[in-house]
């Protein structure tokens, strides 16, 4: 099992602002520049199971599906897995510390052993 903390991820509505929505934001952009350093060095080459635990950063409602786009686009992005579409599993909850100082996404991947 591998396991890392991430700076709290922006929302999959504002990953690609526009109707064209084929360039990545500012703020994803930025995002991705700090998180990309945080992801370990390793790479899994077939299906995992992908557990998130996030911290809000306020008491506003947030939806937590929209939150999981970021974090699996840039594992891929940093080769930590081959490709998102090999997810076999996946566990996302909201930490109690509400709001949190600084808040993050602790993640935690391990790869599913294949059947024989």
Not at 25 to 53: E, F, N, Q
Not at 62 to 82: V, W
Not at 99 to 108: E, I, L, N, R, S
Request: aromatic share 10%; hydrophobic share 40%.
């Amino acid at each position: 099992m591998i396991q890392f903390s991430l700076p709290y991820p922006p929302s999959a509505n504002n990953l690609f602002p526009g109707k064209a929505r084929r360039f990545p934001s500012k703020a994803y952009k930025a995002w991705r520049a700090a998180a990309g350093p945080m992801v370990p060095a390793g790479h899994i080459d077939g299906p995992y199971t992908l557990r998130i635990c996030l911290e809000r950063p306020d008491r506003r409602a947030r939806d937590l599906g929209n939150l999981e786009k970021a974090i699996s686009d840039l594992l891929k992005d940093q080769g930590l897995i081959a490709d998102d579409r090999f997810m076999n599993r996946l566990e996302m909850w909201w930490s109690e510390r509400t709001p949190a100082k600084g808040a993050v996404a602790h993640v935690w991947i391990s790869p599913v052993a294949r059947a024989a």
